[in-house]
């Protein structure tokens, strides 16, 4: 379970035991598997779908299953072997806040601000160290919303996660900073972007008919099938086993969790998310927002406003749909979710709920009071709007009503963009046979279909270890 308490306020949940508990085991044996060789357009891509854990980089494009067991299932003498992966526990040691006490200037200039705001704009003189002239410094309307909706949520962010917190250091799961262990960690290597998957979906583009093209989902089965570019970027690929696959896509190797699906593909080429005609009870956004950031990192490309409404989710969603965005804390995006985004799909909003990112200790990873950052987003929760048929039709069912407000805590993942899973807590809101989507994913979960450009980024074998292996 990754929710490892449940309050009024909310839940704190665990990300690292979320994945951890996922099935990242792999079966497979030492004979040799046939090889067809195909070429990427001008450039050498391996695809290769397998469970053995060595691979050359050759452009390879070969589907394995790794379930299949042999007959007498006699591991000494069939040569299987297995391996059990787990991620990285040093990807969440967190042990202290982002920004410390001992740089809080900024921040204290931020509460200095907040209390002037009276719902117009303000003005404050800082000195300047070691000159006699005075800058001025003005309040944007982006920066006074900003503050106007911080104090409406102040309080609540403030109680809700000291309960939370209370109980994850009573139960241990949480610890105080003195009794945390000094420790000399090797520097992790992370791995390279040399298989840049949005390139690699930009490249995609340029395939013959990709878009015209109306294939079945793909399934991994248990006989070794080969496959081509066409059959990656033009169809979901779906791992139905209770075991993990592995893809070697030029030359980096990536897990399938069991029981996943996924299409890797441009916000131009989803129509395979179309073509399969399936309706999902659950959608989850999580937009590449633009921010000054992004734009000075070039980080990521990021959609514009008219971008993501143009993103087919009426056609994707089913009846009492629930969609949940991810929202930055810029009162731009919140407006225009609520306002535009939600209205143009046919969504009634439900529910604004809040990730609150913590240290291992319970401690902001930002002051509250940040104009800078806060230690929080939002996720805004909308359900389709039924009609009047749909209505007494399902007049019967029971739906327990959501709630607003509500408190999601948890120690982030260092990696950029790593939201904590929201499975379980949303299990109680929706049909336990539901269908779920993730759209702009950057990892798989089991029972989910996950999109976009990136969606195997964080399930790169480099932010895995080898827990225990046999033979």
């Not at 705001?117 to 410094?137: A, H, M, P, Q, Y």
């Not at 921010?291 to 990521?300: A, D, I, L, M, P």
């Not at 109680?428 to 798989?444: H, S, T, V």
């Amino acid at each position: 379970m990754s929710v490892v308490h449940q309050l009024s306020p909310g839940w704190l949940l665990d990300h690292l035991s979320f994945i951890n508990k996922i099935n990242y085991q792999l079966q497979h044996y030492e004979s040799c598997c046939s090889k067809n060789e195909s070429t990427f357009s001008d450039q050498c891509c391996s695809l290769q779908m397998t469970s053995v854990s060595s691979f050359g980089p050759s452009a390879t494009f070969i589907v394995s299953d790794v379930t299949t067991k042999p007959e007498n299932d006699d591991r000494r003498s069939s040569g299987m072997l297995i391996q059990k992966y787990v991620f990285r526990s040093e990807l969440f040691d967190v042990t202290k806040p982002y920004i410390t006490s001992a740089g809080h200037e900024e921040c204290q200039q931020s509460n200095e601000k907040e209390g002037l705001l009276d719902g117009v704009k303000k003005e404050i003189s800082t000195s300047i160290i070691g000159k006699k002239r005075k800058r001025c410094v003005i309040f944007n309307q982006g920066e006074l919303d900003a503050m106007e909706y911080h104090t409406k949520v102040r309080r609540l962010i403030l109680d809700g996660s000291s309960q939370l917190v209370q109980e994850g250091l009573k139960s241990g799961f949480l610890y105080p900073l003195s009794e945390k262990r000094e420790k000399c960690s090797e520097h992790m290597t992370l791995p390279l972007d040399t298989c840049n998957l949005s390139e690699l979906c930009e490249m995609a583009k340029h395939l013959p008919s990709l878009n015209d093209m109306e294939l079945q989902t793909l399934q991994l089965m248990e006989d070794d099938m080969s496959v081509t570019e066409q059959d990656l970027f033009s169809r979901i690929v779906e791992n139905s086993s209770s075991f993990t696959k592995m893809i070697t896509l030029m030359g980096q190797k990536y897990l399938l969790p069991p029981k996943s699906s996924f299409l890797l593909s441009d916000i131009s080429c989803m129509q395979p998310l179309l073509n399969c005609r399936k309706k999902y009870d659950v959608i989850v956004i999580d937009p590449p927002w633009q921010n000054k950031s992004v734009k000075r990192s070039n980080r990521y490309s990021y959609l514009s406003p008219m971008q993501i409404k143009q993103i087919p989710v009426p056609k994707m969603a089913a009846p009492n749909c629930l969609v949940i965005t991810w929202v930055t804390n810029r009162q731009k995006h919140l407006r225009f979710v609520k306002e535009e985004l939600y209205p143009s799909w046919s969504l009634e909003i439900v529910a604004e709920w809040h990730w609150v990112k913590i240290t291992n200790s319970g401690e902001f990873v930002f002051p509250l009071d940040s104009l800078h950052k806060k230690p929080y987003e939002g996720l805004i929760l909308g359900r389709v709007r039924e009609n009047a048929d749909l209505q007494l039709r399902n007049a019967d069912e029971k739906r327990l009503t959501i709630p607003d407000h509500k408190l999601i805590v948890s120690v982030p993942c260092t990696l950029h963009s790593h939201k904590p899973p929201l499975a379980e807590v949303l299990k109680d809101y929706i049909k336990p046979d539901g269908q779920c989507l993730e759209l702009f994913a950057r990892n798989l979960q089991p029972g989910w279909t996950s999109w976009g450009n990136e969606v195997l980024k964080f399930q790169h074998v480099d932010y895995f270890v080898t827990l225990e292996s046999g033979s």
